[in-house]
C-alpha cells in the first residue's frame, strides 16, 4: 500500500464519520429527536475521529494522527457502549428511532470499534514512507475537509440551541433557545 492509498482510506474515513454526523443532524431536524448528553459524547467521539483523518489529510499521514483517531474512537465507543447497556434490558424502550434494526448508539458502537479495528490494522503494517514531507493534499481530501468542518459546525451549534450554556437534560423534549424566544 502507498501513501495515495492511505490517503484515500483517510478520505474515505472522514466522509463516513461525516456522513454519520450529518445524518444524526437530519434525524433531529426532521424527526424531531433530540440528542439525550450520552448521544452529544458520541458526536464528541466521532468529531474527535474525524479531527485525526483531518490531520492525516492536510498534514500528510503520522502515526500520532492515527493515535488521535483512536482516542475519539475509544471515547466514543465507551458511551456509545454505556448507552447500549442502558437500553439492553429487555422491554426497556430504546431511545429514538431504529435505523436498519438497530438504534444510532448502537451503530456508533459498531463503528467506533470498526474504526479501532481498522485503525490498528492500518498502525501494524505502517511504512515510515507514508509519512514523508512532500505530501500535497488532494482535492478529494479539501472537499472532506471541507464537509467534516460544516458537520461539526452544524452539530456544535444545533446542540447550543438545543441545550444553552446549562447542561442539556436527560431526556430533552424541546429547545432551550427556541424556548426563550417564545
Keep these: ?37 450520552l448521544c452529544l459524547l458520541q458526536r464528541v467521539g466521532f468529531a474527535m475521529v474525524m479531527f485525526g483523518f483531518m490531520l492525516n489529510l492536510v498534514y500528510g499521514p503520522q ?20 448507552q447500549v447497556s442502558l ?11 431504529p435505523i436498519f434494526g438497530m438504534h444510532y448508539y448502537t451503530w456508533a458502537f459498531v463503528l467506533f470499534a470498526a474504526t479501532i479495528f481498522a485503525v490498528a490494522v492500518l498502525l501494524v503494517m505502517w511504512r515510515e ?17 471541507l464537509l467534516a468542518i460544516s458537520a461539526v459546525a452544524l452539530n456544535v451549534i444545533s446542540t447550543f440551541i438545543e441545550c444553552g450554556p446549562y447542561q442539556c437534560p436527560d431526556n430533552p423534549v424541546s429547545y432551550w433557545f427556541i424556548d426563550k424566544m417564545s
Design 63 to 82: 502515526q500520532r494522527h492515527y493515535g488521535v483517531i483512536l482516542l475519539g474512537a475509544l471515547f466514543g465507543a465507551a458511551a456509545a457502549l454505556r
Design 129 to 145: 514512507e507514508w509519512s514523508n514531507d512532500e505530501y500535497e493534499m488532494t482535492t478529494v481530501g479539501r472537499f472532506a475537509c
Design 87 to 97: 437500553h439492553v434490558v429487555p422491554g426497556t424502550p430504546g431511545y429514538g428511532s
Design 1 to 37: 500500500m502507498n501513501q495515495s492509498r492511505v490517503t484515500q482510506l483517510n478520505s474515505l474515513g472522514l466522509l463516513g464519520m461525516s456522513a454519520v454526523l450529518l445524518a444524526a443532524f437530519v434525524m433531529q431536524l426532521s424527526l424531531n429527536e433530540l440528542p439525550c448528553p
